[in-house]
């Protein structure tokens, strides 16, 4: 029988790689899209999959949508994706919102008892800790959705416990790897945005960039595998061809190596964690050639050393520094901003609001509040 499937964020780079693989297997039902603004591709989506109801975070982009599809109904704002989780009656929901707007569906998700295939990583940034025992409480699965994720989460399974020792999460360098930080003081958005492996959305190219994104896997990690923040290391490797590796009690290491295919990780995750069918050419080794492996020059790139600062506070901290780095992600993407100056303003805001105990989703909330308007008022300032 189908498994039937919820897909938030459907328009974006995952959700459309996600309908692929979904259009490929034949065995999930579709009962439900979701998309932030973009409401004329996710009529197009729901109108092809025959799904009964979708949602869009932006309330006018929700009212247009309305007009143009009677087939349906359409759901609005954060209440309704909410609504969408709870009222579908999926088995499974994959998560592929951008930023800390998918805490929200997740703490839902999981709250219902619903499986998670989790391609949001600020859920697990924002609310690591509560969303774990939430997961834990009500025995809802999170499979991760990222290439990163995906080979340490097969890695790992099947070791007894105690076998794994340490992480090592692997980063392509991005567009500016082996610059200096004199050299990116001018770099444009357009250079930003031209990542060498990947495509993706632009915030998360953003991240990439900066390496932001490496900080947030950290944090990623660090909940969903239990392993101590000084137990996870991140390594440049340029050829995006091993994604993760585990150390092993006895000196060994085992790698996962595979194609840079988004699809690899994403069938994974909806397939409840094992490897299923996908019409994908496998690496040729002798083509590739070498490997090559270089450490990660935080003086260039700051931000991955703020996240792991703000990992060992711990409390509100992550939280804050996602909200700051969103804000100033945004900013340098509308030319408000120069591309050093991002970590300049998630710094800024750290050091105004530091960390305080995370007590309930509320206080996380608030939080993320908080360092939003700070952080906005730090983008002002350097204008």
Same mark, same amino acid.
């Given at each position: 029988?189908?498994?039937?499937?919820?897909?938030?964020?459907?328009?974006?780079?995952?959700?459309?790689?996600?309908?692929?693989?979904?259009?490929?297997?034949?065995?999930?039902?579709?009962?439900?899209?979701?998309?932030?603004?973009?409401?004329?591709?996710?009529?197009?989506?729901?109108?092809?999959?025959?799904?009964?109801?979708?949602?869009?975070?932006?309330?006018?982009?929700?009212?247009?949508?309305?007009?143009?599809?009677?087939?349906?109904?359409?759901?609005?704002?954060?209440?309704?994706?909410?609504?969408?989780?709870?009222?579908?009656?999926?088995?499974?929901?994959?998560?592929?919102?951008?930023?800390?707007?998918?805490?929200?569906?997740?703490?839902?998700?999981?709250?219902?008892?619903?499986?998670?295939?989790?391609?949001?990583?600020?859920?697990?940034?924002?609310?690591?800790?509560?969303?774990?025992?939430?997961?834990?409480?009500?025995?809802?699965?999170?499979?991760?959705?990222?290439?990163? %994720?995906?080979?340490? %989460?097969?890695?790992?399974?099947?070791?007894?416990?105690?076998?794994?020792?340490?992480?090592?999460?692997? #980063?392509?360098?991005?567009?500016?790897?082996?610059?200096?930080?004199?050299?990116?003081?001018?770099?444009?958005?357009?250079?930003?945005?031209? %990542?060498?492996?990947?495509?993706?959305?632009?915030?998360?190219?953003?991240?990439?960039?900066?390496?932001?994104?490496?900080?947030?896997?950290?944090?990623?990690?660090? %909940?969903?595998?239990?392993?101590?923040?000084?137990?996870?290391?991140?390594?440049?490797?340029?050829?995006?061809?091993?994604?993760?590796?585990?150390?092993?009690?006895?000196?060994?290491?085992?790698?996962?190596?595979?194609?840079?295919?988004?699809?690899?990780?994403?069938?994974?995750?909806?397939?409840?964690?094992?490897?299923?069918?996908?019409?994908?050419?496998?690496?040729?080794?002798?083509?590739?050639?070498?490997?090559?492996?270089?450490?990660?020059?935080?003086?260039?790139?700051?931000?991955?050393?703020?996240?792991?600062?703000?990992? #060992?506070?711990?409390?509100?901290?992550?939280?804050?520094?996602?909200?700051?780095?969103?804000?100033?992600?945004?900013?340098?993407?509308?030319?408000?901003?120069?591309?050093?100056?991002?970590?300049?303003?998630?710094?800024?805001?750290?050091?105004?609001?530091?960390?305080?105990?995370?007590?309930?989703?509320?206080?996380?909330?608030?939080?993320?509040?908080?360092?939003?308007?700070?952080?906005?008022?730090?983008?002002?300032?350097?204008?």
């Amino acid at each position: 029988m189908a498994r039937r499937l919820l897909i938030l964020g459907s328009t974006g780079s995952i959700g459309r790689q996600a309908l692929d693989v979904c259009e490929r297997s034949g065995e999930f039902e579709l009962v439900g899209l979701s998309a932030e603004s973009s409401w004329e591709p996710l009529l197009e989506q729901a109108r092809a999959q025959g799904v009964p109801r979708i949602a869009l975070a932006d309330a006018d982009a929700a009212a247009r949508a309305a007009e143009g599809w009677t087939e349906g109904q359409v759901l609005a704002g954060a209440e309704g994706l909410v609504r969408l989780v709870v009222e579908s009656g999926a088995e499974l929901v994959l998560n592929a919102l951008v930023g800390s707007a998918g805490l929200a569906p997740t703490v839902a998700t999981l709250g219902e008892g619903i499986d998670l295939a989790l391609a949001n990583k600020e859920s697990l940034v924002v609310g690591g800790e509560l969303v774990m025992a939430l997961a834990e409480a009500t025995g809802a699965r999170i499979v991760p959705v990222d290439s990163e %994720h995906t080979a340490l %989460h097969q890695l790992i399974a099947g070791q007894p416990a105690g076998a794994v020792t340490g992480l090592t999460i692997t #980063a392509s360098g991005g567009p500016f790897r082996g610059r200096t930080r004199a050299e990116l003081a001018e770099v444009t958005v357009e250079e930003a945005l031209a %990542h060498p492996t990947w495509a993706m959305g632009g915030k998360i190219t953003i991240d990439s960039a900066t390496l932001m994104n490496k900080g947030l896997e950290v944090m990623e990690a660090h %909940h969903l595998f239990g392993t101590p923040y000084d137990h996870i290391e991140v390594v440049v490797h340029p050829q995006s061809l091993i994604h993760g590796l585990v150390k092993l009690a006895d000196g060994a290491m085992l790698a996962h190596m595979g194609p840079p295919d988004m699809r690899i990780a994403i069938s994974y995750a909806l397939h409840g964690g094992e490897s299923a069918g996908l019409e994908i050419e496998p690496l040729d080794l002798a083509a590739i050639g070498r490997l090559s492996f270089e450490p990660v020059d935080l003086d260039a790139f700051p931000c991955l050393r703020l996240a792991r600062e703000a990992a #060992a506070e711990g409390g509100t901290a992550p939280c804050v520094l996602n909200a700051a780095n969103e804000v100033a992600v945004h900013a340098f993407l509308q030319g408000g901003l120069r591309f050093l100056e991002i970590s300049e303003v998630i710094e800024r805001t750290l050091d105004s609001l530091g960390s305080r105990p995370v007590l309930d989703f509320e206080s996380l909330y608030e939080a993320d509040r908080r360092a939003r308007e700070l952080a906005g008022e730090a983008v002002a300032a350097l204008r």
